[in-house]
Every structure is written in structure tokens, then in C-alpha cells.
């Protein structure tokens, strides 16, 4: 808690009737790349302005270095906002655009326009100076709102789904030169996406949200690896997930199979959900792995082959499987799971696990 | 498909050509014909008249009077309209209410009424004496057209701008508080430049009218004030010259136009829908 830049701390914000955030609490560390991550709707947008100074909240209090800020108005907090809508001032060309901040600053003419020519390189749009805003493409218009931000320097750069527009090509650079301009400057970036993949390869912190409440806060490779519930490991890549019930430590029994697992402190004979990865799922010759079954569907992935199945007893539930190895339409066979292939996790409180059905 | 529209467009057509291209051609017939011994001639005389030092200054004080009047209509519209626009304002429909209510009386009454309240012996002046301060001999001075000018066309400059900042994307200003403007910066540099589609339609609809009346400068300038518009009805209805009218019609024409024609490409460089 000691070194947090912007810590919430309790925070809840109603619309009508709506609670979008409840009892939020989040601390960001100097230099941190966090990533709130959730399903449209969550109320990611909601936190970004609430720390940006847009929305008030009903309850909880902000802190900037450990000072409340709950009544400072934006234009006095060191932070700045690429903005989900861009909102570009249609009545100023780019360059005047991103000199907005620059010329609130004073700062002398030749060096707005140093800066400028320096972050529109950054953002890959060279020579773009002197175009109207509405001649642009989404995607400029974007890129236009991360140097308009990003010039300031700030301590603490907000972005909502600021790649959002871009195609998969310019996504990949700009995630690049996105993660080298935090690293170069030392800005700690508070970044919203709903692309678990974007999460997932920029992040040093993944905050996972979902319906105003936090899921799991930590590292991409904790929330793939260990996702902590079930709404967690199914946003998070994908899975498979189904009703299992906890014998005793290490033992879960699913699909009418008992298996060795890594987890414990269950309750016994306590129900859970079971996570399995895709391609954490082996395929064996029919009858020598724990159980069979039936091949759907094919599909080639490019890197590997997507395979639906379904398993032949009583139990029939949907297998999906991620391999390299390919089987035939229609043929069955066997599955091997190794233990620490296999996550067992509580079953979803209630609120939870309703907005989850609704998915 | 393209034929059947066009179908539709015919009877705008015909009330097109019956009340405005037919009078707009008699305007000009009248303005620069006349007749004379019996066959009709050219002439530009009449046109020629309007330069005369009296006329010239019947119109400049026409003009005068209506951009002060535009003025103090946005002067106080403006502000208004703001207020007006703001999400968290609570008597907003009360307050749009009472903007819009006047126009639904008939612009004669509500010149009339201001008679009763500025005369000699008017409401204001009882009023005055009522609080032992001076009385006021306001009614058919130039005060008096400005303040019915004011009164009867502040509506027409508060919509327009209403409208336009009403409509005012919020996060433009959230953004550009972001960035470091407080509220009068983020006012000079974000919502006033693009507001200025509304000014400039709110100057529009308040200056025509207020340039052309007659009803007003004869109602509450008693005569004193003669105005352009005054003085086109007087050519049609007290001294029948029907050519000099005309004449007084068409340059008075010509100049909004071209004045519009300015305020239309100074808005075009600024963007955004206006009027025209
Ligand atoms: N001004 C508002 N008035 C009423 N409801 C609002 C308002 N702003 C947001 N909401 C509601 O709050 C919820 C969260 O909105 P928010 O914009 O934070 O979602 P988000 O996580 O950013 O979603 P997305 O990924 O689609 O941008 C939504 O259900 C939305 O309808
Ligand atoms: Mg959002």
C-alpha cells in the first residue's frame, strides 16, 4: 500500500438503479501497467472516470499518492485520459489538437511543436499536422487521442480501449509502442480493454471485473494459470468447465471419474467447479486414457486443431480441445488429464454466478 | 422513383412561384420600370433616390438600432441559453417555458402590452413614483424600439443557441479538462468556438427581423424613430409610390443577402449545421 500512485478505496457508484461499481478497491503501484479487464458494461469505463475526476463516486474515497483527491476537479489532477470516444475537438486541426495540453502549460511555441512532431511519430501519423479531425479514419482519429495524452507526459495515463479501432496488424505495433512509451517515461498506465489477449501481453497487473465487482487482481500468468473462479477461467482464454464434487483434499470427482488434483481445503464432498484448458486436455487411443469420447467437430486453428467432443456415459458434457494432433470426425477416443491440469474452484456466490448464467 | 418525387415536389412548386417568385418579380418590375406617356421605360431613378442624405440616414439608423438590439440579445441569450443547456439545472422547463410562452400571443399585443407598461402614466412609472424615484419618459424614444426589439426577438437568438449547446458533447469538455483547462479556458477554447454555428444563426433570426419592422418602431417609437421598414410601408400605403417601395424592398433585399452571404461563409470556415 506503501508506494501506490492511486489506490480506491471502497468505492461505489450507482446509476438509478444499477449499482456499477461496488466496494471497489484497487491500489496502482509508480510505473505499474494495470489492466481492468471485463465484459461490456462492467463498469470499466465508470472507474477510469471516477479516478479521472468525471464522475463523483457515492461512496469510497480516491487517493493520489496517499492524498484524497475525492474533490479535486480534473483539470487539477496529474493524470491524463485517452478517452473510449476520443472526444477530439472537431474545431481544431490534429497539430492544435495535440498542442491543446501543451499550450494550457505555456510553454514556448518551438517546443509544442517539437513535441508534437515527436509523439505524432510515435503514433505513426507523420505529416498529419494540419488535417481536420474529420477527415480522418477511426483509427487515426485513435491514435490522434493516445498523442493528444500522451504529450503531457503525465504521471498516470488512463486508456479506455484505446486500440479499440485499430486492425489487428496496427494493434500489435501500437501495443508495442505503447508498452515502450510507459517503460521509457516511467508513466503508470491504467488501461481498459476487453481483449484478454491485449490483457494478457501487456499487463504487469490484470484487474478481472465483472458487473462492478473485482474478480481477481494479479499477474497475467496468476489469472490464466490460476484463475480463481469460474467467471475468471471462462473470460480468461477458454475452457472447460464442469460440476465436480471434492472427496477429499486431492480428490475431485467429475463425469463420474474420480482424479488426482492439486488442490485442497474444500470442504468434504463439497461441490465445485472444475476448470480444464483446452489444451491442457491429452488425447489417447480409445480405452487407455480415464474416459472416451466422441469426436464432433474438426476445425483447423492455424497453429493447432479446435476439437468439440462430447463424452459417451451418463454425464454427457462438451469437451473442448486444443491439439496439434488431429483426430477423425465421429471416432472415439480416450482422454488423459494430469493433475495439475485439472483447477478446482469454490462455486460462484450467487450475484456472481447469476450475471454469469446471463453470458 | 426519381419521378415520383419530383411529382410530390409540385405543389411546392406552385406555392413557390404564386407567393414568392411572382411578388419577387413585381418587386423588380416596379423598382426599375415606370411608366411614362403611355409606354414603359428602364429607369434607375428610383434606386437612385435611396442615396439621398435622408433616406441613407433612415437606413443606417435601421441598421444601427437592429445591431444594437442583436447585441443585447445575445448578450443576454447567450448566458440563458447555458443555463439552459446545463444538465443539472432544475427549473430548466419552467425557465424554457417562459422563454418560449410569449410567442405564442400575437406579436401585435405583445407590442401593445409594452405601450401600458411604458406610458406616461404605464405601470413602470407607477411603479417608479409608487418607490418616490424619478419618472421615466421612455416610450417612443430609440429605448423604447430596442427594448420591443429585444423583447420580441430574444427567443429567436436563445433557441438556436440552445439548441447547439444542448447537443455539446460532454466528453469534449471532460476532455479538455483532462488536459489541464479549467471551466473559462475549457469555455474560450472548447464550447464557445463550437457554438458559434447557433451565434451565428441566433444573429440571423434576430437581426432580419429586427432590420425590417415597422410594427415596432411605429407602436413604441410613436413615429419619432423613422426605420427602413416604416418607411417601405409608407411609400406602399400613405404616399402610393409604389416604384420607390420597390426600390427600398429590393436594396434592403440585396443587403441581407449579401450580409447572410458573409455570416454563411464565416460559418462554413467554422464548421458545423447552422441555418443556411
Ligand atoms: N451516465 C450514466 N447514466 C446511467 N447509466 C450509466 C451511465 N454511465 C454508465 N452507465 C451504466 O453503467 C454500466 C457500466 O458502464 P461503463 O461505461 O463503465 O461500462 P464499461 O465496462 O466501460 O463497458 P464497455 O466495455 O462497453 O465500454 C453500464 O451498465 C452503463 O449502462
Ligand atoms: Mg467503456
Not at chain 1, 19 to 42: A, H, Q, R
Not at chain 1, 141 to 169: F, H, S, T
Not at chain 2, 93 to 109: E, G, Q, S
Request: with cysteine; hydrophobic share 45%; net charge negative.
Amino acid at each position: 500500500m506503501k508506494n501506490s500512485i492511486i489506490r480506491l478505496e471502497n468505492i461505489s457508484k450507482t446509476y438509478g438503479d444499477t449499482k456499477v461499481l461496488n466496494e471497489l478497491n484497487l491500489s496502482i503501484k509508480k510505473n505499474e501497467f494495470l489492466t481492468l479487464l471485463g465484459p461490456s458494461g462492467c463498469g470499466k469505463t465508470t472507474t477510469l472516470k471516477i479516478i479521472g475526476g468525471f464522475e463523483t463516486p457515492d461512496e469510497g474515497n480516491v487517493y493520489f499518492e496517499e492524498q484524497c483527491i475525492n474533490t479535486l476537479p480534473p483539470y487539477k489532477r496529474k493524470l491524463n485520459t485517452v478517452f473510449q470516444k476520443y472526444a477530439l475537438f472537431p474545431n481544431m486541426n490534429v497539430f492544435e489538437n495535440i498542442a491543446f495540453g501543451l499550450r494550457i502549460k505555456k510553454l514556448p511555441s518551438l517546443e509544442i511543436e517539437s513535441c508534437v512532431k515527436d509523439v505524432l511519430n510515435m503514433v505513426n501519423l507523420n505529416g498529419f499536422e494540419k488535417r481536420d479531425i474529420s477527415s480522418l479514419s477511426g483509427g487515426q482519429q485513435q491514435r490522434v487521442a493516445i498523442a493528444r495524452a500522451i504529450v503531457n507526459k503525465p504521471d498516470v495515463l488512463l486508456l479506455d480501449e484505446p486500440l479499440g479501432a485499430l486492425d489487428l496488424k496496427l494493434r500489435k505495433d501500437m501495443q508495442i509502442e505503447l508498452k515502450n512509451i510507459q517503460k521509457q517515461l516511467g508513466i503508470t498506465f491504467i488501461y481498459v480493454t476487453h481483449d484478454q489477449e491485449e490483457a494478457l501481453t501487456m499487463s504487469d497487473t490484470i484487474v478481472v471485473m465483472n458487473n462492478g465487482l473485482v474478480q481477481q487482481i494479479g499477474s497475467p500468468v496468476d489469472i490464466y494459470n490460476e484463475p480463481q473462479n469460474a467467471f475468471v477461467a471462462d473470460f480468461i482464454g477458454e475452457s472447460i468447465i464442469v460440476d465436480g464434487i471434492m472427496h477429499e483434499d486431492f480428490v475431485v470427482e467429475f463425469i463420474g471419474h474420480k482424479f488426482e488434483c492439486l488442490d485442497k481445503g474444500f470442504d468434504k464432498m463439497e461441490a465445485v467447479d472444475v476448470v480444464i484448458r483446452p489444451e491442457d486436455v491429452k488425447i489417447v487411443e480409445k480405452d487407455a486414457g480415464k474416459f472416451n469420447v466422441v469426436i464432433d467437430s474438426v476445425t483447423f486453428k492455424g497453429v493447432h486443431y479446435e476439437m468439440v467432443a462430447h463424452t459417451d456415459n451418463v454425464c454427457d458434457t462438451k469437451w473442448l480441445i486444443h491439439s496439434t494432433q488431429k483426430a477423425v470426425e465421429g471416432s472415439t477416443v480416450g482422454i488423459n488429464l494430469e493433475p495439475n491440469d485439472i483447477h478446482i474452484m469454490k462455486k460462484l456466490s450467487a450475484e456472481v454466478g447469476d450475471s454469469y448464467e446471463e453470458k | 422513383m426519381k419521378k415520383n418525387k419530383s411529382f410530390c415536389a409540385y405543389p411546392y412548386y406552385v406555392w413557390m412561384i404564386t407567393f414568392i417568385v411572382i411578388p419577387l418579380l413585381l418587386v423588380l418590375w416596379y423598382a426599375l420600370f415606370k411608366s411614362e406617356n403611355d409606354s414603359i421605360v428602364f429607369t434607375t431613378e428610383y434606386i437612385k433616390r435611396f442615396f439621398e442624405p435622408i433616406y441613407i440616414q433612415v437606413f443606417l439608423r435601421s441598421i444601427v438600432l437592429a445591431v444594437i438590439s442583436t447585441a443585447i440579445c445575445l448578450v443576454i441569450g447567450y448566458p440563458l441559453a447555458y443555463i439552459l443547456a446545463g444538465k443539472t439545472f432544475k427549473h430548466k422547463n419552467m425557465l424554457m417555458f417562459l422563454v418560449i410562452v410569449p410567442m405564442w400571443m400575437n406579436f401585435l399585443l405583445r407590442t401593445y402590452a409594452w405601450l401600458t407598461i411604458l406610458e406616461k402614466n404605464g405601470i413602470l412609472n407607477q411603479i417608479l413614483r409608487f418607490l418616490n424615484l424619478p419618472t421615466q419618459n421612455i416610450l417612443y424614444t430609440n429605448y423604447a424600439v430596442i427594448l420591443g426589439m429585444v423583447y420580441n426577438y430574444l427567443p429567436f437568438m436563445v433557441l438556436p443557441l440552445y439548441t447547439v449547446l444542448s447537443k455539446m458533447d460532454i466528453n469534449l469538455i471532460n476532455a479538455a479538462e483532462d488536459l489541464g483547462a479549467n471551466k473559462l479556458t475549457v469555455f474560450k477554447k472548447v464550447v464557445f468556438p463550437l457554438s458559434l454555428p447557433g451565434v451565428v444563426s441566433g444573429i440571423t433570426m434576430t437581426f432580419m427581423p429586427a432590420v425590417t419592422t415597422f410594427v415596432i418602431s411605429k407602436l413604441l417609437g410613436g413615429g419619432q424613430t423613422t426605420l427602413i421598414g416604416d418607411l417601405i410601408e409608407n411609400q406602399f400605403k400613405v404616399a402610393n409610390d409604389w416604384n420607390f417601395g420597390s426600390a427600398l424592398s429590393l436594396i434592403l433585399m440585396v443587403i441581407i443577402l449579401l450580409s447572410m452571404r458573409v455570416m454563411t461563409k464565416y460559418e462554413q470556415e467554422n464548421e458545423g449545421g447552422g441555418l443556411f
